[in-house]
């Protein structure tokens, strides 16, 4: 039976010896041929998550399916998934084709395929010619590379990086973004990105976890997520955003700022109070009383493609505008904005009345 | 110009002491070399050297310090290996590394008192059975305490090499298929060489030139270099004699040095 999911996590609790809980009753699905990734801020179990499913640690509580079967007690070295570590992790006794090689050496695969394999996986990462190299002459992100090669070149079902990119500079970093997901689509092979940079997150993924403290906050493609971020830690952490907090009227009507605006938002009881979100980008700055808002430039900061300013409503909501408009600091200017720009989010909803809610409401939308 | 002279003011202890207590001795070694039991200029230790009663002795020497060397290593590498896996692993270290600041004599009569006809080991012996049996004066016993008094010296520099390995090293070498045993061959082993190395060289040297414990322990029935150069100079009389032996055992040390060099990769 060839279904869709490779792996599966079944209510997963990862603690330590310290009794401090470092995955939190974890459930979710990875299918064959995307790229997944795991975003999340420093110390909230991305590397766990990998650890788990390379075979490294084992869970809790929960169980881990790979391929139908349980594999919660399966060693490392029997799992068809193979790991580019967040250190790289090269062997630096052996040079370069023999770190590639490592794997097929060990499934002892005949010297003539071992060669053809390994050529054709540093091929894959654009290093042909460096097989005799040592380890200590490549650069970070060569050896980035070479572990990216060790572990495709063993045909694995599923790759893990461990946040491969976070140690480039900007541009290559870039580079790689790109080159990563051309490999991945060329291989076709499940990839589970880990970092805590959400614009690579965006740039890079068929499907977006958003990690906090142990719990998925959020699951769904970079633009669900971004256009439709779940509560206030997802909408912060994914790009910059204006969150302001209103009151739903009734179904498209919510109350913001001291004024009543239009949305597409429905499914929420009337009167609740909920927070708003509103992109940077998606306010347009209009002449004083031409908008839906009005508000006081307070600062401004030049970011090289736009100047980037804060306003400030008579509310007093600080509200963060992208534009490439020549404003001063201490001008009265108005804000206008789409009704599809406006984003309500409810205080403590799950993930499955969230997308409950989202389906029903953008059907009716679609419909009518 | 200041600086330089300043840098070479603190040079002048450590060449005096180098030139005095290194490098002196050692030319007057292979003056010594050169002189024959009156005290005349020739060539005969050399020729004596060559010969079966030296070289076998040699032989011996060697055999005694592999020996060693290998058992050491043998007992040194797991141990290592597991107190790097405790929890207080410095403190278990150091544990090990008490014994080594006591001194050689102390423990060779310790040893005397453990092997000797109603010690506690024929006692145990006794006990469960097996009978008592000389156990002192034998090549055994000699290798049993020469192991006892270096396994230290070739714990510590592999506890250091294992210490300082990345782990994730092995993670990665599991991730890509290896078994416990390949990962120990494969990964391990070759990233803890120079550990191994420079435990094997600090072993092996010194029980080359062992003397005290071939008398105490081993009766004299085992004749290392170090007992030669010993009896020459102090029971013989026949400096040029045991000048010419240490010669050879300078040379051989240089050698070893040589052999188990270091290579940069992976230090
Ligand atoms: N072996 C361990 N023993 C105890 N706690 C651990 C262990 N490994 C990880 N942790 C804890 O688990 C939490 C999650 O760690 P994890 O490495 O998964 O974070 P991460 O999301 O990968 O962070 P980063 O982005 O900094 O790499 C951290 O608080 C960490 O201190
Ligand atoms: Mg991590």
């Known amino acids: ?368 | 110009m200041d600086n330089k002279f300043l840098r070479n003011l603190y040079m002048v202890p450590y060449a005096v002491w180098i030139i005095v207590f290194v490098i002196a001795p050692i030319l007057l070694v292979l003056y010594y070399s050169f002189l024959d039991i009156h005290g005349n200029f020739s060539l005969v230790n050399y020729e004596r050297f060559f010969t079966s009663v030296y070289l076998k002795l040699t032989l011996s020497s060697f055999w005694y310090a592999f020996l060693i060397t290998l058992i050491s290593l043998l007992v040194a590498y797991p141990t290592a290996y597991l107190l790097t896996k405790t929890k207080h692993k410095h403190l278990w270290l150091l544990l090990i590394i008490v014994p080594s600041w006591i001194n050689l004599l102390l423990k060779a009569y310790a040893f005397i008192g453990i092997f000797g006809a109603y010690g506690a080991a024929n006692n145990f012996l006794e006990f469960i059975g097996i009978g008592s049996r000389q156990l002192l004066f034998t090549d055994f016993s000699f290798v049993f305490v020469a192991v006892y008094i270096f396994i230290p010296f070739m714990i510590l520099p592999i506890f250091n090499a294992l210490n300082s390995l990345n782990p994730t090293l092995i993670d990665a070498a599991n991730d890509l298929g290896a078994s416990r045993w390949t990962t120990f061959s494969k990964v391990i082993f070759p990233l803890t060489l120079n550990g191994v190395k420079t435990g094997c060289q600090v072993v092996f040297i010194p029980a080359l030139s062992l003397f005290m414990l071939t008398r105490l322990i081993a009766g004299n029935r085992v004749i290392t270099l170090g007992t030669a150069i010993e009896q020459h100079f102090l029971v013989t009389q026949d400096w040029g004699m045991g000048s010419t032996i240490a010669v050879f055992l300078i040379l051989i040390m240089f050698l070893i040095i040589r052999l188990t060099g270091f290579r940069k990769r992976g230090a």
């Open chain 1, 1 to 368: 039976m060839e279904n869709a999911s490779i792996i599966q996590f079944v209510n997963v609790t990862k603690t330590f010896a310290d009794d401090t809980i470092v995955l939190d009753n974890v459930s979710f699905e990875i299918e064959r041929g995307k790229f997944y990734t795991l975003l999340g801020p420093s110390g909230c179990g991305k590397t766990t998550i990998l650890r788990l499913i390379a075979g490294f640690i084992e869970p809790t509580s929960g169980e881990v399916y790979f391929d139908g079967k349980k594999i919660n007690h399966l060693p490392a070295n029997k799992r068809q998934v193979n790991t580019v570590f967040q250190d790289y992790a090269l062997f630096p006794h052996l040079n370069v084709f023999e770190n590639v090689a490592f794997g097929l050496r060990i499934k002892r695969e005949k010297k003539s395929v071992i060669e053809a394999k390994v050529k054709e996986a540093l091929s894959f990462v654009n290093l042909s010619g460096y097989e005799n190299r040592e380890i200590s002459e490549m650069s970070g992100g060569q050896r980035q590379r070479v572990a990216i090669a060790r572990a495709i070149v063993n045909e694995p079902k599923v790759i893990l990086l461990d946040e491969p990119l976070s140690a480039l500079d900007l541009k290559l970093r870039t580079q790689m973004q790109y080159e990563l997901r051309e490999l991945q689509r060329r291989l076709g092979i499940t990839f589970i990105f880990v970092t805590h940079d959400q614009e690579e997150a965006l740039a890079m993924s068929d499907e977006i976890f958003v990690i906090n403290k142990g719990k998925i906050q959020q699951s769904g493609t970079p633009i669900d997520i971004y256009d439709e971020p779940i509560n206030r830690f997802v909408a912060d952490f994914i790009g910059e955003s204006n969150i302001v907090k209103g009151k739903m009227i009734e179904d498209y009507l919510v109350e913001f700022a001291g004024k009543r605006f239009t949305c597409v938002d429905g499914g929420i009881t009337p009167n609740e109070p909920v927070e708003i979100v509103i992109r940077p980008e998606d306010l347009e700055i209009t002449k004083k009383g031409a908008g839906k808002l009005e508000v006081t430039v307070h600062s401004k900061l030049f970011r090289g493609v736009h100047y980037e300013m804060t306003c400030r409503d008579v509310e007093g909501n600080d509200w963060l505008v992208h534009t490439t408009r020549k404003v001063d600091v201490g001008d009265m200017i108005g804000l206008d904005f789409e009704p599809e720009a406006i984003h309500v989010m409810r205080f403590d909803e799950s993930e499955e009345d969230f997308d409950r809610r989202m389906e029903q409401y953008t059907e009716e939308e679609a419909n009518g």
